[in-house]
């Protein structure tokens, strides 16, 4: 069944879209302190379909993140006791436990390992401000660690360029479908051994 390569198609008009950088920068910033889906959804296929826009897109993506992660420390540092409930309810209560562990424990390479992996930023923008960590480290290991993330994105879609875009147009309902049963796998082996 080949449902994900209208969607393919369909991101990629978006990344054509004029007003396509505007919204890489606000997913960027909104990602960064609330919102779930991050920019590299968007980052990679706008890289794609202009490689040769690929670094200025991933500097909007940095830029903009680290702004909304200031919006994030913001909110642990100013408003975290109006969030706390939410956050108990929510899923990200144990990621929220364990990002103030990775704070005691490596300080500031910890918000560069959230900026950099898979971990949700938002989590430790948040939890920075509540244990008030120093604003200019803050910035600094941002920096460092959106930027190398979102460079990297650019890098590799850049050098794959109209070949990658061709290629993974023909792939891309096999990478969906792999993508969806890892997903459910790995779903079923949480909750298998979660208990």
């Not at 500097?59 to 109006?82: C, D, N, P, Q």
């Not at 938002?122 to 910035?139: C, D, E, N, Q, R």
């Amino acid at each position: 069944m080949r449902i994900f390569s209208p969607l393919y198609d369909r991101v990629l008009s978006w990344a054509r879209h004029p007003h396509a950088p505007f919204y890489l920068g606000g997913l960027s910033f909104a990602e960064s302190s609330f919102f779930p889906i991050p920019p590299d959804v968007i980052l990679a296929p706008m890289s794609l379909a202009h490689p040769d826009k690929a670094f200025f897109y991933a500097t909007i993506t940095t830029l903009a993140s680290v702004a909304g992660g200031l919006l994030g420390y913001l909110i642990g540092y100013f408003a975290f006791e109006m969030i706390q409930p939410w956050l108990v309810e929510s899923h990200y209560h144990a990621s929220y436990l364990r990002a103030q562990e990775w704070f005691y424990t490596w300080g500031f390479w910890a918000i560069f390992l959230a900026g950099f992996s898979p971990i949700p930023y938002k989590v430790f923008t948040v939890t920075a401000g509540v244990i008030s960590m120093a604003l200019l480290p803050f910035v600094i290991a941002s920096l460092i660690g959106r930027g190398a993330r979102f460079f990297l994105v650019a890098f590799l879609m850049k050098l794959g360029g109209a070949t990658m875009e061709v290629q993974l147009r023909r792939y891309v309902d096999g990478i969906g479908w792999a993508t969806v049963i890892l997903m459910i796998i790995g779903l079923i082996a949480w909750k298998v051994f979660a208990e």
